[in-house]
């Protein structure tokens, strides 16, 4: 049997090339996919991560689970200071370890001030993230370096004299020498912000009197295999310092913990990764199970006549999987090297080209290798194992005659149809409830198990529309009405070539209309978080005159801008703040959180539906809470409820009323742009920079994370094209071939060959036009779903179709479907009809 697997493989190598291509492509796009869950883990730790990337075990204070099991917490339950460093130093099986502290900084600079976080790099070399551009690291209290970005962008260079202060009023500035200059951090809380590194004296000396306190401790274990001993040790150590709400985690685990505390707690990154991976297996699995069926179906004959030579049925099966598992070994390694190849691409080009992601890094684990051809290779067994065992239950004199096409008027037909009307049913409840209750595992088994029914259902609607649409554009040539009838005359060929393009298109649909739709929804949500782009405190009506609020709105990037005048307190003694509500609507990122008459807009951490206040001329009132979705945020209401709950008017207040201001800025503008701004606005408004705040940086950096994944999926995309192609260009090759006697009697009663060509590429047009049409349809209803589902834990989704990319997966499927049946119509209208007939 495996002489006789080889000799086929040699024999008909033609028909193999298009298995090998269907398998390749898949499992490429498989590995690829599993490369980018471990690419974007590995480029996450190098932006939001890169603080601890280099470490073994991260150790940090958990706030939230301290105020979620304790209402009377203190910061001494979740805080980690110089106890917990010395403790974590001291538990065995600790090789070295880090306390990254960020202190808040004023630096003078010429002319301007400026804030700075301050920070020590680590002694230890692996822990150190701190990378040296030029000069040398500061040796005493007396230097320090400045981060490469800022340094270019405030003319700061080595050797220059700078002032620090610890930024309180009326603080001793200490001037220090800039040594070196440093690579600029990746993360998006710390990158927005210029930075400085100090040595820990210098540090301390900022800090005053204040403990240390770590944002984290990262450590270095002396044996990174026994990571789990040493988290136990490490949980022992910090809770005999009094520390009780805390996580000891590995860098990929903070990673996910980071993220899911910035989705609300879920791990939406992982679970939509997963199912990434997921859709690839099961789009590898249907496209070469559709490919191998057509080949190992044009067998039969050829099965039922070794059969009717003396070969058992388990020697042909036997022969069949052989081919199989050469097939599926050889591709599959094959497609393992065309991901690894196609991935390193995009990377370079994304690090090189864009420069806020130059941390984007491939990573090859070894689960995409051996995962990918183990699994390429099973799926290729099963594709061959189906069609072949099919072949083998029927009789060999049966198999010799032809097939009847699966239809209500038979058995296996009723079956199909039945089983695919069940699995529909249930995947659509599946993914219906899915999206309405946010689990993206249920949603993502409602897609697979309603896919396969729609495919099952193939060919009750795919040749019925095929020829409808022929015979609405056949305009009554001899081609046109051959290719219609062909559609129907033939349902089982013509559903074959039509499912192999569906799958693509409805993938590639679902994931345009998913990411364009989840982009949307995550942009609002970041609008919700960062509900202000930039803010200017620390002042007052005389410094905020409209003549200086004219000219902060002619300053380039500056879209709009709302000024906050002080209208009252809470009754605990919180400021209130009033702004004229045309202006909140026109700075706010998103038009959900204007407060209406008598509410007052708070951050998310405000607690009831009212609040007793009093305004400035002493009358007291009632305010209705909207509670924000953003953690800092002065409380403001509009002039109306300022007037009508709290007696204020507007115009009214003095000059020295505190006063502070809101502004919106151009999305287009750049980190350096944005930073350029900020100088500009303390300049014309006579304030210390860091006066000069927002989330526009941080709402940057973020998109700039959620960009370069949906930019890693746009590749993914274009291999599922690919793959949509390759499987039509398989299935019309095949089919061709199927039909030489065909075609060839076509010809013997008077056919021409641009006549036959022209009938092919009319038919391969309808099909691929269909094909592609309905997996748009279906792919946008999947891609809508699957995209609810996923953001249901940030909030409302914003629906945001790319239809002009529909439209073009249309034109390119009908382009591609044009361009498959040329090479076969030629081959089959250079044939003379004698010789067609002739074959077998």
Same mark, same amino acid.
């Given at each position: 049997?495996?002489?006789?697997?080889?000799?086929?493989?040699k024999?008909?190598?033609?028909?193999?090339?298009?298995?090998?291509?269907a398998?390749?492509?898949?499992?490429?796009?498989?590995?690829?996919?599993?490369?980018?869950?471990?690419?974007?883990?590995?480029?996450?730790?190098?932006?939001?991560?890169?603080?601890?990337? +280099?470490?073994?075990?991260?150790?940090?204070?958990?706030?939230?689970?301290?105020?979620?099991?304790?209402?009377?917490?203190k910061?001494?339950?979740?805080?980690?200071?110089?106890?917990?460093?010395?403790?974590?130093?001291k538990?065995?099986?600790? %090789?070295?370890?880090h $306390?990254?502290?960020?202190?808040?900084?004023?630096?003078?600079?010429?002319?301007?001030?400026?804030?700075?976080?301050?920070?020590?790099?680590?002694?230890?070399a692996?822990l150190?993230?701190?990378?040296l551009?030029?000069?040398?690291?500061?040796?005493?209290?007396?230097?320090?370096?400045?981060?490469?970005?800022?340094?270019?962008?405030?003319?700061?260079?080595?050797?220059?004299?700078?002032?620090?202060?610890?930024?309180?009023?009326?603080?001793?500035?200490?001037?220090?020498?800039?040594?070196?200059?440093?690579?600029?951090?990746?993360?998006?809380?710390?990158?927005?912000?210029?930075?400085?590194?100090?040595?820990?004296?210098?540090?301390?000396?900022?800090?005053?009197?204040?403990?240390?306190?770590?944002?984290?401790?990262?450590?270095?274990?002396?044996?990174?295999?026994?990571?789990?001993?040493?988290?136990?040790?490490?949980? %022992?150590?910090?809770?005999?310092?009094g520390?009780?709400?805390?996580?000891?985690?590995?860098?990929?685990?903070?990673?996910?913990?980071?993220?899911?505390?910035?989705?609300?707690?879920?791990d939406?990154?992982?679970?939509?990764?997963?199912?990434?991976?997921?859709?690839?297996?099961?789009?590898?699995?249907?496209?070469?199970?559709?490919t191998?069926?057509?080949?190992?179906?044009?067998?039969?004959?050829?099965?039922?006549?070794?059969?009717?030579?003396?070969?058992?049925?388990?020697?042909?099966?036997?022969?069949?999987?052989?081919?199989?598992?050469?097939? $599926?070994?050889?591709?599959?390694?094959?497609?393992?090297?065309?991901?690894?190849?196609?991935?390193?691409?995009?990377?370079?080009?994304?690090? %090189?080209?864009?420069?806020?992601?130059?941390?984007?890094?491939?990573a090859?684990?070894?689960?995409?290798?051996?995962?990918?051809?183990?699994?390429?290779?099973?799926?290729?067994?099963?594709?061959?194992?189906?069609?072949?065992?099919?072949?083998?239950?029927?009789?060999?004199?049966?198999?010799?005659?032809?097939? /009847?096409?699966?239809?209500?008027?038979?058995?296996s037909?009723?079956?199909?149809?039945?089983?695919?009307l069940?699995?529909?049913?249930?995947?659509?409840?599946?993914?219906?409830?899915?999206?309405?209750?946010?689990?993206?595992?249920i949603?993502f088994?409602?897609?697979?198990l309603?896919?396969?029914?729609?495919?099952?259902l193939? +060919?009750? #609607?795919?040749?019925?529309?095929?020829? #409808?649409?022929?015979?609405?554009?056949?305009?009554?040539?001899?081609?046109?009405?051959?290719?219609?009838?062909?559609?129907?005359?033939?349902?089982?060929?013509?559903?074959a070539?039509?499912?192999?393009?569906?799958?693509?298109?409805?993938?590639?649909?679902?994931?345009?209309?998913?990411?364009?739709?989840?982009?949307?929804?995550?942009?609002?949500?970041?609008g919700?978080? #960062?509900?202000?782009?930039?803010?200017?405190?620390?002042?007052?009506?005389?410094?905020?005159?409209?003549?200086?609020?004219?000219?902060?709105?002619?300053?380039?990037?500056?879209?709009?801008?709302?000024?906050?005048?002080?209208?009252?307190?809470?009754? /605990?003694?919180?400021?209130?703040?009033?702004? &004229?509500?045309?202006?909140?609507? %026109?700075?706010?990122?998103?038009?959900?959180?204007?407060?209406?008459?008598?509410?007052?807009l708070?951050? +998310?951490?405000?607690?009831?539906?009212?609040?007793?206040?009093?305004?400035?001329?002493?009358?007291?009132?009632?305010?209705?809470?909207?509670?924000?979705?953003?953690?800092?945020?002065?409380?403001?209401?509009?002039?109306?409820?300022?007037?009508?709950?709290?007696?204020?008017?507007?115009?009214?207040?003095?000059?020295?009323?505190?006063?502070?201001?809101?502004?919106?800025? &151009?999305?287009?503008?750049?980190?350096?742009?944005?930073?350029t701004?900020?100088?500009?606005?303390?300049s014309t408004?006579?304030?210390?920079?860091?006066?000069?705040? $927002?989330?526009?940086?941080?709402?940057?950096?973020?998109?700039?994370?959620? &960009?370069?994944?949906?930019?890693?999926?746009?590749?993914?995309?274009?291999?599922?094209? #690919?793959?949509?192609?390759?499987?039509?260009?398989?299935?019309?090759?095949?089919?061709?071939?199927?039909?030489t006697?065909?075609?060839?009697?076509l010809?013997?009663?008077?056919?021409?060959?641009?006549?036959?060509?022209?009938?092919?590429?009319t038919?391969?047009?309808?099909?691929?036009?269909?094909?592609?049409?309905?997996?748009?349809?279906?792919?946008?209803?999947?891609?809508?779903?699957?995209?609810?589902?996923?953001?249901?834990?940030?909030?409302?989704?914003?629906?945001?179709?790319?239809?002009?990319?529909?439209?073009?997966?249309?034109?390119?499927?009908?382009?591609?479907?044009?361009?498959?049946?040329?090479?076969?119509?030629?081959?089959?209208?250079?044939?003379?009809?004698?010789?067609?007939?002739?074959?077998?």
């Open positions: 049997m495996i002489q006789l697997a080889l000799a086929n493989l024999a008909y190598s033609r028909r193999f090339i298009a298995v090998i291509l398998v390749m492509i898949g499992t490429a796009f498989l590995a690829a996919t599993l490369m980018v869950n471990a690419s974007a883990t590995e480029s996450l730790k190098n932006s939001i991560g890169s603080a601890y990337a +280099s470490s073994d075990l991260v150790v940090s204070g958990d706030m939230n689970a301290a105020y979620d099991n304790d209402n009377d917490a910061s001494e339950s979740f805080t980690l200071g110089s106890k917990a460093l010395e403790a974590i130093s538990t065995p099986g600790v %090789a070295a370890v $306390g990254t502290s960020n202190a808040g900084a004023s630096v003078q600079a010429g002319s301007k001030r400026y804030y700075a976080l301050v920070s020590t790099p680590a002694t230890d692996q150190n993230t701190t990378t551009e030029s000069g040398t690291m500061p040796a005493d209290g007396e230097q320090v370096a400045v981060d490469a970005v800022y340094a270019k962008e405030y003319n700061i260079s080595v050797g220059d004299t700078i002032e620090l202060s610890d930024g309180s009023e009326n603080a001793k500035g200490r001037h220090v020498v800039v040594s070196g200059i440093t690579a600029t951090s990746n993360d998006p809380l710390t990158g927005s912000t210029m930075s400085l590194s100090v040595t820990p004296d210098l540090l301390k000396t900022l800090g005053g009197d204040t403990p240390a306190d770590y944002n984290q401790i990262i450590v270095r274990a002396e044996d990174p295999a026994a990571l789990a001993s040493l988290k136990t040790a490490l949980v %022992a150590s910090v809770e005999g310092t520390v009780k709400y805390f996580t000891v985690l590995t860098p990929d685990e903070r990673i996910v913990a980071d993220i899911a505390m910035f989705s609300d707690g879920n939406q990154l992982t679970i939509v990764l997963l199912v990434f991976a997921l859709i690839a297996l099961v789009v590898t699995g249907l496209v070469v199970m559709n191998f069926s057509v080949l190992v179906a044009q067998r039969t004959r050829e099965l039922a006549l070794m059969r009717t030579l003396g070969a058992v049925r388990s020697q042909i099966r036997a022969s069949v999987l052989v081919e199989a598992l050469i097939v $599926g070994l050889l591709a599959s390694a094959a497609g393992v090297l065309l991901a690894t190849g196609i991935m390193s691409l995009l990377i370079k080009i994304l690090a %090189a080209n864009v420069s806020e992601m130059s941390f984007a890094t491939l090859v684990p070894p689960l995409a290798v051996l995962g990918t051809i183990a699994a390429g290779t099973l799926i290729t067994l099963v594709a061959a194992w189906v069609p072949a065992r099919k072949a083998m239950a029927v009789a060999p004199l049966a198999a010799l005659r032809p097939a /009847d096409d699966v239809s209500l008027a038979n058995t037909g009723k079956v199909r149809i039945v089983l695919g069940l699995l529909l049913a249930a995947g659509a409840a599946a993914l219906v409830y899915g999206a309405a209750k946010g689990d993206l595992l949603a088994g409602g897609g697979l309603s896919f396969p029914g729609i495919l099952m193939g +060919s009750l #609607f795919l040749p019925k529309s095929v020829a #409808f649409i022929g015979k609405l554009t056949s305009g009554g040539t001899v081609p046109g009405k051959l290719a219609s009838l062909n559609a129907v005359r033939n349902p089982g060929r013509t559903t070539t039509a499912t192999a393009l569906l799958i693509g298109v409805t993938l590639v649909s679902m994931m345009m209309v998913g990411a364009q739709t989840a982009k949307s929804s995550l942009g609002d949500a970041l919700s978080e #960062f509900l202000v782009d930039m803010e200017v405190q620390g002042g007052d009506l005389a410094s905020l005159t409209p003549e200086n609020l004219g000219k902060v709105r002619e300053l380039g990037g500056v879209e709009s801008t709302a000024l906050l005048t002080g209208v009252g307190e809470t009754e /605990d003694g919180q400021s209130l703040y009033a702004a &004229d509500s045309t202006d909140m609507a %026109a700075v706010l990122n998103t038009d959900r959180q204007l407060p209406k008459a008598g509410e007052v708070v951050a +998310s951490y405000w607690d009831g539906k009212t609040v007793k206040a009093v305004g400035d001329g002493g009358t007291k009132g009632e305010l209705k809470l909207l509670v924000s979705e953003a953690n800092m945020i002065d409380s403001v209401m509009t002039w109306e409820t300022a007037s009508s709950v709290l007696g204020v008017s507007q115009g009214k207040a003095p000059a020295e009323t505190s006063a502070k201001l809101w502004l919106k800025v &151009d999305d287009s503008l750049s980190g350096a742009q944005l930073r701004l900020a100088t500009d606005l303390a408004l006579d304030v210390d920079e860091y006066a000069v705040s $927002g989330g526009v940086m941080e709402k940057q950096m973020f998109n700039q994370v959620i &960009d370069m994944l949906l930019l890693i999926v746009s590749g993914l995309l274009a291999v599922a094209v #690919f793959i949509a192609l390759i499987g039509v260009a398989n299935t019309l090759s095949l089919s061709v071939l199927e039909r006697r065909e075609n060839s009697l010809r013997a009663l008077g056919l021409t060959r641009g006549q036959l060509r022209g009938m092919l590429a038919e391969a047009v309808l099909i691929g036009g269909v094909a592609a049409l309905l997996g748009v349809l279906i792919g946008t209803a999947y891609g809508l779903l699957g995209a609810q589902s996923v953001m249901a834990s940030f909030g409302s989704m914003v629906v945001s179709i790319p239809w002009l990319q529909l439209a073009g997966v249309i034109a390119i499927s009908v382009v591609a479907a044009l361009a498959a049946s040329i090479v076969p119509a030629r081959r089959a209208a250079r044939l003379a009809p004698v010789q067609g007939l002739a074959s077998e």
